[in-house]
């Protein structure tokens, strides 16, 4: 047993120095290499820091790091979430259309005003993409979990989400036919995923947001870890089974929607981090698993989000590209090793 | 000996769920349990033992009819006090991957810890005395994956017993086990029924094992359930009426169930040994047994069957013919290449 322990401390302890190590690698590289010492002037209010420095540091990259760091966090936990209450290795956001869901809502709101016409106040702008995302991602989850109710395998319930993906893509696609070029524009840009395009008044509703869903998804691992073994045992030891899944779920929905609104649909984060985590750490208990997934997931996002910039160069590729190139690997592995189920 | 499960008039079935008929799939069951009873369930595939477990486990509403759990009716108790009373292992193949076997057994403390789940000192203590029960204290930090059918199935007994409930109640747990194994099981149940002092109730198809260790029976058949000690049951027919129609009965002397062979051949026997399994063996190839006659009727065969220095030997007589065989084997063989 203490063996065991010892060895989740010691990744814990590993993980939270990659976590730190890649925020402030996030800080530094960029288009331009910055030193470490100005970085460092900048974020504690140092005096003698040149003005771009400052600029560059507070306005573009911190908010930047830290909103790559909390979408990994989320979108890794949420994840996390789902495979455990569908009992299905395969699920993620991304997958089970939740991500489709939240898109299809900010698309309504970004072709939406632009078809509609009404120019919009920014902060109600910011707010409205969130709550579009979010009902999206909510009317989604309904969705798929009425589906999870009668479809029991796997497969079936990856199928389904793949359907819809579709059918919401179809949908997108009549109102991009209707919309205005500059609307157009920016919601092409939302489906690449990016970091930076987020505005500080987006960053204020998202940061708070996603911190309340982590929170509240550390006090699901209890549940979590009576659900994972399936609705009897769950029930046998006192869980209420339907409660405590909707909880689960409407916490997923929270983090991966907001996401998801404000960074645009990232894939395969949120399936490959908690099998990287489960692997590495040898465990299924969640109160090891959660916090694993969410430092793992931060590491993961801040790590693709340094590739993505193509460290001092000018071009940005978007963050779904790396997402996908480091996630599809693992998840394969995953395909192929556990084909006897969950 | 105060009663631990006492079941009224008790009508077990599904409401209105899709694929499955409505309404009851027995007539009402009466029956009680004493606590630190093993009792073991028995009745045909299909028959609605799983039903009828889960019922009194509380993950299935009712249909009619009373449970009482400590005499006082089941839907009373809120869920969390149920955990604390009733434990439940069913079929289900529990496949987790990066599961231990420390973290399964662990679960069934989840009606004591706190919200946050956190294992004190005396759960874990608590975990590590169940594994060492059951026999698999070394294997603690084994992933679930790499245990045998019979150490996970003691390794769900032991998430049983961490709940701490007078109660534990198990859907099959001899399915997919070797005899030995199944043995091993039922004697672990008896233990813990015996020596913890619970009520361990278990359906299985293992009659005869089940016959050497419960101390009570209910048989399901399709009219009523019977209950009594293993031996009443056995003395007062009642296991036939689980047989219905078919070719099968049930030896009261062996407590097993046997074939009912079609004896259409005479075969006359002369032997001084115990020819129990030689007599097996014959009506397997449906032979009747005429053991040493007086006289030998003239178309009837004989067998001779004697030991010689602890070697066997089989003489085949039949219209002067002679054959001599020296195991069973030889001679079924011997008698099947005989047209009839």
């Known amino acids: ?342 | 000996m105060n009663t631990s499960i006492e079941i009224k008039q008790l009508a077990i079935g599904y409401g209105n769920t899709a694929g499955r008929a409505k309404g009851a799939i027995l007539p009402p069951i009466t029956a009680t349990v004493k606590s630190g009873e093993l009792l073991a369930l028995v009745g045909r595939n299909g028959i609605g033992k799983s039903t009828f477990l889960r019922t009194l486990a509380g993950q299935q509403a009712s249909i009619d009819g009373m449970i009482l759990i400590q005499d006082k009716p089941l839907f009373a108790y809120t869920r969390t006090e149920l955990s604390r009373l009733v434990s439940f292992v069913s079929t289900d193949i529990v496949r987790i991957p990066h599961l231990k076997v420390f973290d399964l057994v662990a679960m069934g403390r989840f009606p004591y810890t706190s919200w946050i789940g956190k294992l004190k000192v005396n759960d874990k203590m608590l975990v590590y005395d169940a594994l060492e029960m059951v026999g698999l204290r070394q294997l603690s930090w084994r992933n679930i994956d790499t245990l045998s059918d019979g150490e996970r199935q003691r390794t769900l007994i032991a998430r049983a017993l961490v709940q701490h409930t007078p109660i534990m109640i198990l859907d099959e747990p001899t399915a997919y086990l070797d005899i030995i194994h199944k043995y091993e099981i039922m004697n672990l149940l008896r233990q813990i029924a015996h020596r913890e002092n619970k009520t361990v109730l278990f359906s299985t198809h293992d009659l005869n094992i089940a016959l050497n260790v419960v101390d009570k029976m209910w048989i399901m058949t399709d009219t009523e359930i019977l209950e009594g000690g293993p031996e009443d049951l056995v003395v007062s027919a009642a296991f036939e009426k689980m047989l219905g129609r078919n070719n099968l009965s049930f030896d009261r002397l062996s407590g097993e169930f046997e074939l009912n062979h079609r004896l259409i051949k005479d075969i006359a026997v002369k032997s001084r040994l115990d020819i129990r399994w030689l007599r097996h063996a014959l009506e397997r190839l449906n032979y009747k047994i005429i053991q040493n006659p007086s006289s030998v009727p003239k178309d009837t065969p004989v067998l001779s069957y004697e030991s010689n220095k602890g070697v066997l030997r089989f003489q085949y007589t039949f219209k002067k013919e002679e054959q001599q065989f020296s195991t069973i084997y030889e001679l079924c063989n011997y008698l099947r290449s005989i047209p009839d």
């Open chain 1, 1 to 342: 047993m203490e063996k065991s322990f010892r060895k989740y401390s010691y990744l814990f302890l590993g993980l939270s120095i990659l976590l730190l190590l890649f925020f402030a690698m996030d800080l530094l590289m960029g288009a331009v290499l910055l030193p470490a010492g100005d970085v460092w002037k900048a974020l504690t209010g140092g005096a003698e820091v040149p003005d771009y420095v400052q600029a560059v540091v507070m306005n573009f990259r911190l908010p930047k790091a830290i909103t790559a760091l909390l979408a990994g966090m989320a979108l890794s936990v949420s994840g996390l979430q789902m495979q455990t209450t569908f009992r299905n290795p395969l699920a993620d956001p991304y997958v089970l259309g939740i991500s489709s869901g939240s898109g299809f809502g900010v698309a309504l709101f970004i072709l939406g005003t632009s078809v509609w016409g009404f120019s919009s106040v920014l902060w109600l702008h910011n707010l409205g993409m969130a709550l579009a995302g979010w009902i999206g991602a909510f009317v989604m989850l309904a969705i798929v979990t009425a589906a999870s109710l009668r479809l029991r395998d796997t497969m079936s319930m990856l199928v389904m989400g793949i359907m819809v993906g579709g059918a919401v893509s179809a949908m997108v696609g009549v109102l991009q036919y209707f919309s205005e070029a500059t609307a157009l524009k920016t919601y092409v840009i939302w489906t690449m995923g990016s970091f930076s395009t987020i505005n500080p008044e987006q960053l204020s509703l998202m940061v708070p947001t996603i911190i309340l869903g982590l929170l509240l998804a550390l006090m699901t691992m209890k549940w979590l870890n009576a659900l994972v073994f399936g609705d009897v045992y769950a029930q046998s030891v006192g869980l209420h089974v339907k409660r405590a899944r909707t909880v689960i779920l409407l916490i997923s929905g929270l983090l991966a929607g907001t996401v998801t609104a404000f960074c645009g649909p990232i894939g395969f984060i949120g399936i490959a981090v908690p099998h990287v985590s489960r692997m590495l750490f040898g465990t299924a208990n969640h109160r090891v698993l959660m916090p694993a997934t969410m430092l793992l997931g931060g590491v993961v996002m801040l790590m693709s989000d340094i590739i993505s910039q193509l460290p001092g160069t000018d071009t940005v590729l978007p963050v779904n590209t790396i997402t996908a190139l480091l996630g599809i690997p693992v998840i394969i592995y995953i395909i192929f090793r556990n084909q006897r189920g969950f």
